[in-house]
């Protein structure tokens, strides 16, 4: 069976224990791995394989623990030979873990699917689809939404799924609170934070960014907010004749893009990318010593002070 990500909903995840996702919206993929974990296990951690011995350690899981706990175990996958080795691993599983496979869409394309217990779904969502991806989400959230703020989301968005994520976020608590206003709010959205780097003086920004994390808790969408930035202004500082619609950056965004990469050297943009990777692990519950909030909040006061002391 495959769907896309707007036809994934909770009915459906519960009829399934395999899943395969593409990976070509890093964003979505996210998401749909955490429907897939609220749905069949919501106190359980993810259990990320990595390349060594992978079939084994797979292996390992195919089998209930003493206790019948459900394991949610989770494998990206790089070829199509190793997706294959996989999925003919399946059959011997008699547990009740719920496994999930990442991979291209590429390798998706050219692999037969013979197993009706495998679930594939696309994260890709085309140009024509946003408009039916922004109706998705809104009723996910329980959002009400009109024609004319979806035309909204749509100017603002710049058919970049994370900000829709955080539109429908904003509107939510709006709707929640009538009185809610976005000028001096206690809850910011991520582009909200990421505009206030180059607008803001250290000790503004530093209490924005205290409220805005008092106020969030979906630390894996901020985290990869600012990866997808980071990233699109070191290729951009590797190359300024770059194409924006290669890095998605558009109005505002872009003007942010080109003054922190005349600002902050790619050295230096690099190792915030690094540390990025090392705070996705701390969320994510692989290295729990040291809090991800704080990581964070260093990223962005370099970011910050770099921008305005030169």
């Known amino acids: 069976m495959i769907l896309k990500a707007f036809e994934l909903d909770q009915s459906t995840i ?11 919206d890093q964003v979505i993929l996210q998401q749909i791995i955490d429907d ?10 993810i259990q990320e394989i990595d390349d060594f011995q992978a079939e084994e350690k797979i292996q390992t899981f195919f089998i209930d623990n003493l206790f019948n706990d459900i394991n949610l175990i989770y494998k990206p996958v790089k070829t199509e030979k190793t997706l294959l080795n996989l999925i003919n691993l399946l059959d011997k599983n008699i ?11 590429n390798i998706l394309k050219k692999v037969s699917y013979k197993n009706k217990s495998i679930l594939i779904l696309e994260s890709e969502i085309r140009q024509d689809e946003v408009e039916e991806y ?15 703020e979806i035309k909204k989301m749509l100017a603002l968005s710049s058919n970049n799924t994370l900000h829709i994520h955080n539109l429908i976020k904003i509107k939510s608590l709006a709707d929640n609170d009538k009185n809610h206003q976005l000028i001096d709010q206690s809850i910011y959205s991520g582009f909200d934070i990421l505009n206030s780097i180059f607008s803001k003086k250290e000790k503004d920004f530093n209490n924005m960014i205290n409220r805005y994390f008092q106020s969030n808790d979906d630390l894996i969408q901020f985290n990869s907010l600012l990866f997808w930035f980071l ?3 070191y290729r951009y500082s590797q190359n300024s004749k770059i194409n924006q619609q290669d890095i998605k950056f558009f109005g505002q965004t872009m003007i942010n893009c080109k003054l922190m ?50």
């Open 95 to 105: 547990s009740n873990n719920i496994f999930i496979f990442s991979v291209s869409k």
């Open 261 to 310: 990469a005349q600002k902050i050297n790619t050295e230096i943009i690099e190792k915030l990318i690094q540390k990025i990777f090392s705070i996705d692990k701390m969320i994510k519950g692989r290295d729990i010593q040291i809090n991800p909030i704080e990581e964070m909040k260093k990223v962005l006061m370099v970011c910050n002070r770099r921008i305005n002391n030169g």
């Open 134 to 148: 922004i109706k998705y989400q809104a009723n996910k959230n329980k959002v009400v939404i009109q024609e004319d």
């Open 36 to 45: 897939i974990k609220n749905t069949k296990s919501p106190k359980t951690s």
């Open 231 to 233: 990233k699109g202004v």
């Open 14 to 24: 519960e009829q399934f224990n395999y899943f395969i996702i593409s990976t070509e």
